[in-house]
């Protein structure tokens, strides 16, 4: 099966200090990727390259076979390519769903919209005319996870989820995910492990979609 994203060689640092070093990641539509590793591995680093927030020193990002590394991140975003960042960033002075429609701009055509997002975590529905400032932990996630849905993504990256419920339901309808995190998920079919920026990569038992 031809791969949505396909990372090679990717090194990315900060100033003369290298953070990622040749990473190398292939993932198909509907998988479950980790990336697992301590604080400072370069996890963050990672995500952040591939979908265009801080620069690549060498190496190729690949995006439905269409070279992407030196792209835009809103254009990045528009093919299908999203992030929910660590600590989720959300507009603490707009409302959920002033949130959640923030997310479809520069986003793609898709199945996506707020009835679903409601659909996905209905208490969202309930919240949606509160601020985020207001919200718990647990919705203050989704409300970010929804936001990064409402661009129609293909392929979904979650730097630090502390809630991992619904993405297998999500990989099940064909969205491939990659989280960044200390541990994997139980639901990731591969792993990939950076010590000091350098990946190994490692098929877990689970099944991944084809």
Excluded at 39 to 44: I, R
Excluded at 67 to 76: A, L, V
Excluded at 113 to 124: A, I
Aim: charged share 20%.
């Amino acid at each position: 099966m031809k791969a949505v994203l396909e990372v090679t060689a990717l090194s990315a640092g900060y100033g003369t200090a290298c953070a990622i070093r040749a990473v190398t990641i292939r993932v198909e539509q509907g998988e479950h990727h980790a990336i697992v590793g301590g604080p400072g591995s370069g996890k963050t680093t990672l995500l952040r390259t591939v979908v265009g927030l801080h620069p690549a020193t060498n190496g190729t990002i690949r995006f439905n076979d269409t070279d992407i590394t030196r792209e835009r991140p809103e254009w990045r975003k528009a093919r299908g390519l999203c992030l929910m960042p660590q600590n989720h960033r959300l507009f603490t002075s707009l409302t959920v769903e002033e949130n959640l429609l923030v997310g479809a701009r520069w986003g793609a055509p898709g199945p996506w919209t707020l009835s679903r997002v409601y659909e996905l975590y209905p208490y969202l529905r309930e919240k949606r005319r509160a601020h985020a400032a207001a919200l718990s932990l647990t919705e203050h996630q989704a409300a970010a996870v929804g936001r990064a849905l409402m661009a129609n993504p293909q392929i979904l990256l979650l730097d630090a989820p502390a809630d991992h419920e619904p993405l297998d339901r999500l990989t099940k309808e064909g969205l491939a995910i990659v989280v960044a995190g200390r541990e994997p998920p139980a639901g990731a079919c591969y792993v990939h492990r950076l010590v000091d920026g350098t990946a190994t990569t490692t098929r877990t038992e689970v099944r991944c979609r084809r």
